[in-house]
């Protein structure tokens, strides 16, 4: 498709359940972001992977939560034992490699998952 | 810690004039910087950007404006319509720092009243 596709669209697990969310990116685009918007809060930024390179997971909250990519593709985002906290939505977003700094390439975000924990 | 920060949580501007959202960054090495609008139940989009080598970038009726000194940078919307109501991000990137990511604010939520 023309944009970054993510499901499922909605999802309401049990606490304790894990989850699993996918992300496909725009076709060409080597860089992958995951995000999540807590109610009332801003973009929290999860983890970011760059083509071939060592994802970047510095912003994963705890060791429940994990994320893989094959190549320039899929991505999956998973959470294991979920909590309550956990409920948001979770954005994945993808970009063109950048060029440099001071140059720009925009991250086009998907629809994002909506996760309740009950 | 917030590196980019929104102060206003809201704003309220009617039909027709200046609407003008603010952000402000600590982290000195940012390079480049983005606004991006949201809809509920939606992703965020992007709007406009900026690099930190530039101090105005204009694109129909979005404006924004980058003071590095002051590490303050304003999106203007002129004139304001009832369909730029949303949730307004600001964004910010550091190439040697961390990649392509970008670190958001907590956001705008701008509304504009007929």
């Known amino acids: 498709g023309a944009g970054v596709s993510q499901s499922p669209s909605n999802k309401v697990t049990e606490k304790g359940k894990d989850v699993e969310l996918r992300c496909d990116p725009i076709s060409g685009h080597t860089a992958l972001y995951w995000y999540r918007q807590r109610l009332g809060q801003g973009l929290e930024f999860l983890i970011y992977?760059?083509?071939?390179?060592?994802?970047?997971k510095s912003g994963l909250p705890s060791d429940r939560f994990s994320a893989e990519r094959t190549g320039e593709s899929v991505s999956t985002l998973t959470i294991q034992r979920t909590q309550q906290e956990d409920s948001a939505v979770y954005l994945c977003a993808s970009s063109l490699r950048p060029t440099g700094p001071y140059s720009g390439n925009t991250i086009y975000f998907g629809e994002g998952s909506w996760l309740t924990v009950v | 810690d917030q590196q980019v920060k929104q102060n206003s949580p809201s704003l309220s501007v009617q039909e027709g004039r200046i609407s003008i959202l603010n952000c402000d960054y600590t982290?000195?090495?940012?390079?480049?910087f983005l606004w991006y609008k949201k809809y509920p139940a939606e992703g965020p989009t992007f709007l406009i950007s900026?690099?930190?080598?530039?101090d105005k970038n204009e694109d129909g009726r979005f404006t924004v404006f980058l003071n590095k000194s002051a590490k303050h940078l304003s999106l203007h919307i002129v004139p304001s319509q009832p369909g730029d109501s949303a949730v307004y991000f600001c964004?910010?990137?550091?190439?040697?720092?961390?990649?392509?990511?970008?670190?958001f604010g907590t956001g705008t939520q701008l509304k504009v009243e007929l």
């Open positions: 964004a910010a990137r550091d190439i040697p720092g961390g990649g392509n990511k970008l670190t």
């Open positions: 982290n000195s090495m940012f390079d480049y």
């Open positions: 992977f760059q083509g071939n390179s060592a994802p970047d």
């Open positions: 900026i690099s930190s080598i530039k």
